[in-house]
């Protein structure tokens, strides 16, 4: 027996046996278990055990294994169950299940976090979405981080040649493999943490792409009369489709004949909700997305710092809706019109205040060892103009901070507006791959603004941005 298998069993030991577990769960560093009775977990016994770095008492039982062991124990916890991770496990029908389930709601009265407010149980729901998704965020998001460096300086002149450019696409091809298909990864594990089929889940994702439409007759916005555009709605999209996913299905579930519940629940369950999300939530993103064009070509208009702060602080709510596509033909246009787009280095300032707002939970909260174990992976690659693994993986989950990063990104957005004629030669990542493709004379400029945006955001996380909870990981 190894040490994994062994971890394994103890831990059933100490929390009543295979029985008491309704499923197994894990993030980056917990064993993450929804229990059934916890008058029958033996707490003392639990942290006691050998490779147990601690137990977070919450509506799941969080074992902490650390990272590299957590996958192990966990995979054969739900091995000894014969059940996959995420999961129910079989039923023992000794057991009073009536008696059980009220007995849970009880204790669940009793555990941390009992009184969240709504806004608290969304931001937790989003991280158990998105911290299974860190170790690939993290590897991907380096290796693309590479690739952005690299094709901006063959961009800017300073590379050239074949080989440099096969490798940078190369990076590219690995990159893409979880930001190109993000809305389907998170479809999937949205399902996970709602009840729903996770590969459902997935399906509703991959529609938000609006894959194989007809560029010559596009479905239309049915608020604008504009062509609906791919990935409106953005990952805060699919989570919502995903939820309205899993109360069809669990309703159908309770309707449906078993015997034709396999084929009539998931074909409805995908129809409509797929419906709901290309002919209502898709096009209602689409005029939010309308909107902010008007308020950022008025924001261009007045100019100066405080277009530059009202730019850099509302950047990454639009990265989190998906919103930041529609930027994309004002680059353009501007490059075309001027050599430069001088609003892209000002949104790249949303980026470099989550890496000040990530230094400062680093030293504010080096008590919490899991969010020091996501910031330490997280914090390289949006260094490098890589901001998704900073967005869900710390600051938005945690709510106070994804508020500090944005005031510190406006921060930075404030200095390259009065500066002025800071731009981009090109389309590329934010952060430091960003400074190769800066206009002639200004790189200097644009480093000021981002050190700007990493003292903004770290002040302000500092002083105002953390808890007592965070702080203490709680």
């Known amino acids: 027996?190894?040490?994994?298998?062994?971890?394994?069993?103890?831990?059933?030991?100490?929390?009543?046996?295979?029985?008491?577990?309704?499923?197994?769960?894990?993030?980056?560093?917990?064993?993450?278990?929804?229990?059934?009775?916890?008058?029958?977990?033996?707490?003392?016994?639990?942290?006691?055990?050998?490779?147990?770095?601690?137990?977070?008492?919450?509506?799941?039982?969080?074992?902490?294994?650390?990272?590299?062991?957590?996958?192990?124990?966990?995979?054969?916890?739900?091995?000894?169950?014969?059940?996959?991770?995420?999961?129910?496990?079989?039923?023992?029908?000794?057991?009073?299940?009536?008696?059980?389930?009220?007995?849970?709601?009880?204790?669940?009265?009793?555990?941390?976090?009992?009184?969240?407010?709504?806004?608290?149980?969304?931001?937790?729901?989003?991280?158990?979405?998105?911290?299974?998704l860190l170790p690939a965020f993290v590897g991907s998001g380096i290796i693309g981080g590479v690739a952005s460096v690299l094709k901006n300086l063959i961009a800017s002149g300073h590379l050239s040649g074949d080989v440099w450019a096969n490798v940078a696409t190369v990076c590219g091809f690995i990159q893409s493999g979880v930001f190109g298909y993000l809305v389907i990864y998170v479809g999937?594990?949205?399902?996970?943490?709602?009840?729903?089929?996770?590969?459902?889940?997935?399906?509703?994702?991959?529609?938000?792409?609006?894959?194989?439409?007809?560029?010559?007759?596009?479905?239309?916005?049915?608020?604008?009369?504009?062509?609906?555009?791919?990935?409106?709605?953005?990952?805060?999209?699919?989570?919502?489709?995903?939820?309205?996913?899993?109360?069809?299905?669990?309703?159908?579930?309770?309707?449906?004949?078993?015997?034709?519940?396999?084929?009539?629940?998931?074909?409805?369950?995908?129809?409509?909700?797929?419906?709901?999300t290309i002919f209502l939530l898709m096009p209602f993103a689409g005029l939010v997305s309308s909107s902010l064009v008007s308020s950022i070509n008025w924001v261009l208009g007045v100019g100066g710092a405080f277009s530059g702060f009202i730019l850099g602080t509302f950047f990454l709510p639009m990265v989190m809706l998906g919103l930041h596509q529609i930027l994309t033909p004002i680059h353009l246009e501007m490059i075309q019109n001027d050599g430069m787009t001088l609003l892209l280095p000002i949104l790249a300032m949303a980026g470099a205040g989550q890496v000040g707002t990530a230094i400062a939970l680093w030293i504010k909260c080096r008590k919490n060892k899991q969010l020091i174990k996501m910031i330490k992976g997280a914090l390289p690659v949006g260094i490098l103009g890589i901001g998704e693994p900073l967005i869900y993986g710390v600051t938005l989950p945690l709510g106070r901070p994804f508020i500090t990063a944005c005031l510190g990104g406006g921060i930075g957005g404030a200095v390259i507006g009065l500066f002025q004629h800071v731009g981009a030669i090109s389309i590329g990542p934010s952060g430091v791959a960003l400074i190769p493709l800066i206009n002639g004379g200004y790189q200097f400029k644009y480093i000021l603004g981002l050190l700007a945006a990493y003292i903004g955001g770290f002040i302000l996380t500092y002083l105002f941005g953390t808890t007592k909870e965070m702080q203490e990981g709680i």
């Open 1 to 132: 027996m190894d040490k994994n298998q062994k971890l394994a069993e103890e831990i059933y030991k100490a929390i009543g046996g295979k029985d008491n577990v309704n499923k197994i769960i894990h993030c980056m560093t917990r064993v993450r278990i929804a229990i059934k009775d916890y008058t029958r977990v033996n707490m003392d016994e639990l942290k006691k055990i050998e490779g147990v770095m601690g137990v977070v008492e919450d509506e799941m039982l969080q074992v902490v294994v650390g990272p590299g062991t957590v996958n192990k124990v966990a995979n054969n916890m739900v091995q000894m169950a014969g059940v996959e991770l995420g999961e129910e496990f079989p039923s023992n029908h000794q057991e009073n299940k009536q008696l059980v389930n009220e007995k849970a709601k009880e204790i669940k009265q009793q555990v941390k976090g009992k009184n969240q407010h709504r806004y608290s149980k969304i931001l937790k729901s989003i991280a158990n979405i998105f911290v299974p």
């Open 188 to 276: 999937i594990y949205s399902a996970k943490e709602f009840g729903a089929s996770p590969s459902l889940g997935g399906v509703i994702g991959g529609v938000t792409t609006l894959a194989g439409m007809n560029p010559e007759a596009p479905l239309k916005n049915i608020f604008t009369g504009n062509p609906l555009s791919a990935g409106q709605g953005g990952i805060i999209g699919v989570i919502l489709a995903v939820y309205i996913l899993s109360l069809i299905e669990k309703y159908l579930h309770k309707k449906v004949p078993e015997a034709l519940d396999i084929i009539i629940t998931p074909t409805l369950t995908l129809l409509v909700t797929s419906l709901i």
